[in-house]
Structures are given as structure tokens and as C-alpha cells.
């Protein structure tokens, strides 16, 4: 059995607000294929909804480990730790976001979950010219 279908069904639930039948659905997913990063990214992103923040780390950086690039995974990980406080972890999860390929600036410009990485004007800066020169303006 290929686990993308299965993907899809748990989103398809997730989008119907049935958030258990969701977590089943990926869960059962990752069960048909433990190497699929997106089935584990998916079960994040459900726990982060459900403010289950430590199962969501953990799923988004097995996403990471499956897939390297996974960027959004990192930068997902970068906004739980920068609200719970952790800038110092938050803007070393951004950048392994930026390094792997995150792209978009407008998004992390505006993001809420990141405005206490945002205060630290001086390291947001400097981390912002460093991947989005052509985008950043002091």
C-alpha cells in the first residue's frame, strides 16, 4: 500500500475539522510507510493545532531527519520555540530553515509566532540579510 492516499484521506479529514479520524489516518500513514516525511509533517501540523507541542517537535524533526531540506519543518520548529520563549533554539531552527531553502521573507516578516525573534532587532537583522539580500531593507 502506498501511504500518500492515505496522506491525502487524513488531510481530507483534518480540512473536515475531524481531528481524530485525522490523527488516526496519519498515524496509519506513517505505520504503511515510516520513511514518508510529509505523513509525519502532517501529524505535526495537527498537533500543533491541538497545542500538543512537544509530539509536534518531535514529528517535524523526524520530518528533518527523513528529508534534510524539509525546510518547513524547521521553520515550524523555529515558531514553537519562539513561543514558548526559547529565541536562542527559535533562531537556530530559522536558519536551518532558511539554509535548506525556506524562501518565503513576507511570511517570516509577518509571522506572530516569531515577533519575539523580531525584537531582537540586531541578530533578526543580520539573519535576514544574510539569506534575503535583495529582500531586506533596514
Known amino acids: ?14 480540512l473536515m475539522q475531524d481531528h481524530d479520524g485525522a490523527e488516526k489516518t496519519f498515524l496509519r ?10 505523513s509525519y509533517f502532517q501529524l505535526a501540523l495537527l498537533y ?6 512537544l509530539e509536534a517537535e518531535k514529528l517535524y524533526l523526524k520530518a528533518t531527519q527523513i528529508d534534510p531540506s ?6 515550524n520548529i523555529a515558531c514553537l520555540k519562539a513561543t ?5 533554539l527559535a533562531f537556530e531552527y530559522l536558519e536551518k530553515a532558511f539554509a535548506a531553502g525556506f524562501i518565503d521573507f513576507e511570511f517570516a516578516q509577518n509571522d506572530t509566532d516569531l515577533m519575539s525573534l ?21
Open 70 to 75: 524539509f525546510s518547513a519543518a524547521f521553520y
Open 84 to 88: 514558548v520563549g526559547q529565541t536562542n
Open 29 to 38: 500513514s506513517i505505520q504503511i510507510d515510516s520513511t514518508d516525511a510529509l
Open 48 to 53: 500543533t493545532a491541538k497545542l500538543r507541542h
Open 1 to 14: 500500500i502506498d501511504s500518500e492516499p492515505v496522506r491525502q484521506l487524513g488531510i481530507t479529514l483534518e
Open 118 to 138: 523580531r525584537s531582537q532587532t540586531k541578530r533578526w537583522n543580520t539573519l535576514m540579510k544574510n539569506y534575503f539580500p535583495d529582500q531586506f531593507k533596514d
